[in-house]
């Protein structure tokens, strides 16, 4: 009685009820998790991020409680197109709980499916990123911001990575074009001021290092004979 009262309200977050069909149940997750308002990086956005947990998470315990009764989900339900999305999906849901591996296994299985999705880009830098393999992450990055020049998103991320790397001046670049595409964004405006001063620090450093240099050469000149 329980576990069918729970899954009527597990169905309702989706406007079902009981006795919903998997297609539907399927149909309905999608027009969910696939709202304009996801289609951008959720992970920095918790609000966002949180909505999508819930969907997905009530999503999989669905599964799960029609699974018990014999009504298994079978991959022969999913075309091919929402077989990409749901692995997509899987990978968005890991990243927000900062499971990175299985984020990349399930991005990866993604991409071969479908390299046209500029946030499954995003994501793919993201988390190579994160692994410090910043030669890489670029890639996905420039790709990402090739498919779509206006994705604030695309810019920022690929900042964040070049800044990372040490490219301060080309980070900076890129923050600026975030910014300009995003005005209202904070967190934009905070890593470009960080950004700024790391380039300043480089310059005062290597002043200071071009200084030593002339002094020591200066003393090795003044003691060779």
Known sequence: MESSEYLEELLGLFNLGKGATLPEILEKYFEKTLQIKFQRIIIAHDTLKDEFLRYHEAFVKILK??????????MSLFSSDQLGKFFFNQGVYALCKDNYMQAGEKFSETYKMNKQNIFLLIYLGII????????????????????????DDAWFYAAENLFKAGSYKKAGEFFERAKKLNPANNEIAIQLKECREAMLKKAQSGEKDTLLRKIVKYVRNAFKD
Do not use: G
Request: proline share 0%; net charge negative; charged share 30%.
């Open 65 to 74: 409680i029609l699974e018990a009764t014999d009504h298994k989900l079978e």
């Open 128 to 151: 190579l990123t994160m692994r410090k393999n910043y030669y890489a992450a670029e890639k996905y990055f420039s790709d990402a911001i090739n498919r779509d020049s206006n994705n």
